[in-house]
């Protein structure tokens, strides 16, 4: 008895866990539809497993005609099982892909900006210092006077180049810290797809993005593939269990003990 009931936990267990992924898969395929699919998916769960125990009870008293379409139902329904769980894993792997991608563009773009910000810069340098250079060269020729007279008329322009070389310069600091943020970021991500890197080079050597692209199907189509088949089995088992249970109760001299015979009751 005792193992009946780990295998009917273990059953309900995996099946539940099995159409939570399901349920969860089909709503990503059909969001139009949420609550539909789920009270759907639901009730089909339900009723693959009692078919499963349908036709192992009844196997061989139940109609040609019942058995066949009820194994057709289970097959699609475990497919159909299958397709969620495949929708479900294949959905959180490209999400983090994606954010991935979305981490590395802006780390791009940040360091555009900052190749466009320098370069200002470097311009900003540049014209203040040939002003700088024109004023020393009409002072070396003794132009002292012009010199400054020049000087305090290029002052405001010195001033606000200066102002705006400084502006610039903080939003390049700002964009440097932007970048040092997402690439921090973007390595926890990167540290998320070790596991999976390293089992893809395990097999390929050095894989790819292909071969790594492989590798996650692989072990996708592996837990869909595992996981509905093995809580049918499980149900089946502890079905049979608890049928061949009552069989030994009913064969042992308790068991006849324990059933009542009509002659009993006569004087």
């Known amino acids: 008895m005792f193992l009946t009931t780990i295998l ?92 991935n991608a979305g981490q590395t563009s802006g780390i791009e773009i940040i360091k555009e900006r900052e190749k466009s910000e320098q370069t200002t810069i470097t311009d900003y340098e540049t014209q203040v210092g040939n002003l700088d250079k024109a004023i020393a060269k009409l002072t070396e020729t003794g132009r002292a006077g012009q010199a400054i007279a020049q000087l305090s008329a290029q002052r405001k322009t010195r001033d606000s180049l200066t102002k705006e070389e400084m502006a610039h310069r903080s939003t390049l600091d700002d964009l440097k810290k932007q970048e040092v943020e997402k690439t921090n970021s973007n390595n926890l991500l990167e540290a998320d797809f070790g596991p999976l890197q390293y089992l893809a080079d395990f097999v390929y050597g050095k894989a790819d993005a292909s071969q790594l692209e492989n590798t996650v199907r692989w072990i996708i189509t592996l837990i869909v593939g595992v996981t509905d088949p093995l809580a049918i089995i499980l149900l089946v088992s502890a079905s049979f269990s608890l049928t061949a249970g009552r069989n030994r109760l009913t064969s042992s001299p308790i068991g006849d003990m324990m059933i009542v015979h009509p002659d009993h009751f006569k004087e």
């Open 8 to 99: 009917f936990l273990a059953a309900l267990s995996i099946s539940s866990v099995s159409a939570f992924y399901s349920i969860t898969g089909l709503t990503a395929i059909f969001p139009g539809a949420f609550w539909s699919v789920v009270v759907l998916g639901g009730v089909l769960e339900i009723g693959k497993l009692a078919g499963v125990a349908f036709l192992h009870r009844h196997w061989c008293d139940a109609a040609f005609l019942i058995k066949t379409y009820l194994i057709i139902a289970v097959l699609t329904l475990m497919l159909l099982n299958s397709v969620g769980i495949f929708g479900l894993l294949s959905k959180a792997h490209i999400a983090q892909e994606v954010s």
